[in-house]
């Protein structure tokens, strides 16, 4: 599921590809993943047009172009990109295909169509139009211990909360408390200042490491519950106890109830 690292490396792949070359033509095959766009809008701005640069906020993606505004792509459950040589015959699924003057595609695939195409007049107006919170990369700690201090929902749920900070997703969720040794259900306002901190600093260590990770296409080894989403297992601290499940806020939590304690 691509989260604030997933999408950092899309982002990455896309600079690497799809920059200053000329649109030719633009193909939607997801009407339905629209979002605050029409299909014209979309087609009518990218062809004949040119990305200069990108921008992430959160797990939004940002391709801005040379006149009128950006292409927004948000990647949902299963999003990807392919920049390649279109073959007649094995074409390529898409949901939105961008065609270079150059002969090479660009096709956004996404098999559970979860995500988002749209096309933006400003990127800063339509982050705030949202209601996205800062960047969990640029977000400070004392904005991050601000915002959460006064939230009595799960910290899980809290952390998760685009509209608190933008970028971190269930699984990354999940390892941040782990390390944090933070039961997912304790209640923001119930951690203290000191506590909130302590999940700030894991919360940048952990998508720092993940983002040149997935960028080397790495594993990632060194995080337990990225990498084993799974109940009854030993725990890797060595506290004796065992993974457990259950499901916060309507998303599923592995947590190890020996090591995270449960604030209250
Ligand atoms: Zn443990």
Same mark, same amino acid.
């Given at each position: 599921m691509p989260e604030l690292p997933e999408v950092e490396s899309f982002k990455r792949y896309f600079d690497k590809t799809s920059l200053r070359q000329k649109i030719k033509r633009v193909r939607l095959a997801a009407p339905g993943m629209l979002f605050h766009s029409t299909e014209k809008e979309v087609l009518d701005n990218l062809e004949g047009n040119m990305f200069t640069e990108t921008r992430r906020h959160g797990k939004f993606f940002f391709a801005l172009l040379k006149r009128n505004g950006a292409l927004m792509l948000h990647f949902g459950m299963t999003g990807d990109l392919v920049y390649h040589k279109p073959d007649k015959n094995s074409p390529i699924r898409f949901a939105l295909l961008i065609e270079f003057a150059n002969g090479k595609n660009l096709a956004f695939q996404d098999?559970?169509?979860?995500g988002m195409i749209g096309w933006v007049n400003d990127v800063d107006a339509f982050i705030q139009r949202q209601g996205y919170g800062e960047d969990a990369l640029k977000i400070s700690e004392k904005e991050f211990v601000a915002s959460l201090q006064k939230r009595k929902t799960a910290i899980k749920t809290t952390i998760m909360n685009q509209r608190v900070v933008a970028g971190v997703g269930n699984e990354y969720s999940d390892e941040i408390l782990f390390r944090s040794s933070?039961? *997912?259900? %304790? *209640? +923001?306002? +119930?951690? %203290?200042d000191a506590k909130l901190k302590e999940i700030y600093s894991h919360m940048k260590s952990v998508l720092k490491v993940a983002v040149k990770r997935r960028a080397d296409q790495k594993k990632m080894s060194e995080f337990f519950f990225l990498e084993n989403r799974q109940a009854g297992l030993k725990c890797p601290e060595g506290c004796k106890g065992f993974t457990e499940f259950k499901t916060i806020g309507g998303r599923s939590a592995y947590f190890c109830p020996g090591c995270q304690k449960l604030y209250t």
């Open positions: 098999t559970r169509k979860l933070i039961h *997912p259900e %304790s *209640p +923001a306002n +119930a951690l %203290s």
